[in-house]
T-cell receptor, first 114, second 111 residues
Framework: DTGVSQDPRHKITKRGQNVTFRCDPISEHNRLYWYRQTLGQGPEFLTYFQNEAQLEKSRLLSDRFSAERPKGSFSTLEIQRTEQGDSAMYLC????????????FGSGTRLTVV | QKEVEQNSGPLSVPEGAIASLNCTYSDRGSQSFFWYRQYSGKSPELIMSIYSNGDKEDGRFTAQLNKASQYVSLLIRDSQPSDSATYLCAVNIGNNNDMRFGAGTRLTVKP
């Protein structure tokens, strides 16, 4: 396990459909983060887990978004009733010690809502 | 005021020159500062971290931090065309364990 894995890499969905993304962090990392990035912008924080506990969720995050990290390993991010404004790159990152190592990002899932 | 601000650029420098990238942040309680490089279509890659005032050097990269001025910078010496990318400044905000990112500065190094 050499990095953070995200699946799928690309997702095209029709407006109103539900989508789910998966993230597998580096195995020894206990912290997992979800970010969203649109063209020309930096990553925008969505939510954060330490082990299986979801410790923070962005106030900007609609209740259509939900994330889980059962057993403190992989995580899923679900978007219900997708809207065109949800089109973005969804990035997952993990870390062992925030202060010393920063984050390692996965390759991201690019979502296109048509 | 945005939590993390960067000059959006684009910044263009000739090969071999020094590229200077700047970042300011709003939260005086921030303790950890990072620079990420992001190639087009790729995810961000951590290149530097800095926690104390002053300079931190790693190869051709130097990060500078001034907490009193709430200012972080990244210098790239002997810039190479392969350094052409978007550079993201990231700062932890207050006591949160999450980071806030600037919008990024796009750097082009011309041969």
């Amino acid at each position: 396990d050499t990095g953070v894995s995200q699946d799928p890499r690309h997702k095209i969905t029709k407006r109103g459909q539900n989508v789910t993304f998966r993230c597998d962090p580096i195995s020894e990392h206990n912290r997992l983060y979800w970010y969203r990035q649109t063209l020309g912008q930096g990553p925008e924080f969505l939510t954060y887990f330490q082990n299986e506990a979801q410790l923070e969720k962005s106030r900007l995050l609609s209740d259509r978004f939900s994330a889980e990290r059962p057993k403190g390993s992989f995580s899923t991010l679900e978007i219900q009733r997708t809207e065109q404004g949800d089109s973005a790159m969804y990035l997952c990152a993990s870390s062992l010690s925030f202060r010393n190592y920063g984050y390692t990002f996965g390759s991201g899932t690019r979502l296109t809502v048509v | 005021q945005k939590e993390v601000e960067q000059n959006s650029g684009p910044l263009s420098v000739p090969e071999g020159a020094i590229a200077s990238l700047n970042c300011t942040y709003s939260d005086r309680g921030s303790q950890s500062f990072f620079w990420y490089r992001q190639y087009s279509g790729k995810s961000p890659e951590l290149i530097m971290s800095i926690y104390s005032n002053g300079d931190k050097e790693d190869g051709r990269f130097t990060a500078q931090l001034n907490k009193a001025s709430q200012y972080v910078s990244l210098l790239i010496r002997d810039s190479q065309p392969s350094d052409s990318a978007t550079y993201l400044c990231a700062v932890n905000i207050g006591n949160n364990n999450d980071m806030r990112f600037g919008a990024g500065t796009r750097l082009t190094v011309k041969p």
